[in-house]
Structure formats: C-alpha cells, structure tokens
C-alpha cells in the first residue's frame, strides 16, 4: 500500500513539474545580437619601404525583447537539407515552431541570416517566389549563394520587412543541380 501510495505522490510531482516547466514556455523572452567582424591587412612595398594598411571594421546590433525598433520577440533556426535541383518554400505563416515548441508566425523580419555549408558543391539560388517576403524589394528578385557562402540581412526600424500571409511569407531557396545542398537558416522577427 505504501509503494502505491509513493508511485501515486511521485506521478502527481512529475505532473506539477511538467506544468509548472510547459508555463515557463509561455513567458519566453528573446534577446539577440549580430557581431559582425571584417579583418583585413593589405601589405605590399611602396618605393624602398614596406607598407601594412590593417582594415578593421564592425557591425553590432542589439535586438531587446519586444516588437518596436531594434527589438524583436521571435526566433527560428533551421538545418535544410535541400536535394539536387530541389527547391525549399519556408511559409512563415505556416506551422513553423520554434525551439519551445511555440509557433513562429512573424509579422515583420529583423534579420535572416542563410548559410551555404561549406561542404557543398552546387549554388543556391535565393528568394524570386511571387509570394516572396520581400526582402530585395521586388519579388522577381534572385541572388546567388555559392558554397561557403553567407547572405546576412537586418532591418531594426520599427517598420522592419513586412510578413504578409498568402501574399509575402515565402522564403525560397533553390539548390542547383548536382549534389545535396546544407543549408542553415535563422531567421529573427516580431510577433506584431
């Protein structure tokens, strides 16, 4: 009767824990951060002396909690694994979740940040969807990514990049033909 009882208290602690953890989720809190860092030194040999010219230049940017300028209250990140001449459509509006398992439905994007692994061998052909979110200004707008590379996009002002249901809330990447393309993906916004 006593290990009854014990089984029977411990389920009941395992529940109150189990709600007292899924209400934490509920109260999240975002705060994020680009550093941004470009090192450079140019070296060569002017006349009869050497020349070093260091170029150091860096862009930081805060987003606080929150859906005003230079805050931001929502994150997704996701590893794609894109097939040869396959195309990924992210719907933004869709049933996107975000590591706590809340959903991700931004109404604006403060930054998107696509990452082509190294390893891969064939380009990515970035955005050009007609339902595109439109992030290089036109729909029909298109940008190559080779492997390796790294397209980086922010927007603070309160305005941001508009997300805009059934008519902009695509983000499509297509791989080139060839091989099984990596492609990481995070993208930062606002719930208003």
Excluded at 65 to 78: F, P, T, W
């Amino acid at each position: 009767m006593k290990k009854k009882l014990l089984f029977g208290l411990a389920v009941v602690v395992a529940l109150a824990l189990a709600f007292v953890i899924q209400g934490g989720v509920n109260a999240a809190s975002l705060t994020s951060g680009i550093n941004l860092r470009l090192n450079s030194t140019l070296t060569g040999t002017v006349g009869l002396a050497d020349a070093s010219v260091p170029l150091n230049v860096a862009y930081t940017k805060t987003f606080a909690n929150g859906v005003g300028a230079s805050q931001a209250d929502k994150v997704y990140s996701v590893q794609l694994t894109i097939l040869t001449a396959g195309t990924s459509s992210t719907d933004l509006q869709g049933s996107l979740v975000d590591a706590l398992g809340a959903a991700f439905t931004p109404a604006k994007l403060r930054c998107v940040y696509i990452e082509s692994a190294a390893a891969n061998t064939t380009n990515l052909t970035l955005f050009g969807d007609a339902l595109h979110v439109p992030i290089l200004n036109t729909v029909a707008t298109t940008m190559t990514l080779q492997p390796g590379g790294v397209f980086l996009y922010c927007n603070p002002p309160l305005a941001g990049t508009a997300v805009t249901a059934a008519t902009g809330d695509i983000l499509k990447i297509v791989n080139g033909a060839g091989a099984t393309a990596i492609v990481n993906m995070v993208l930062i916004g606002t719930s208003s």
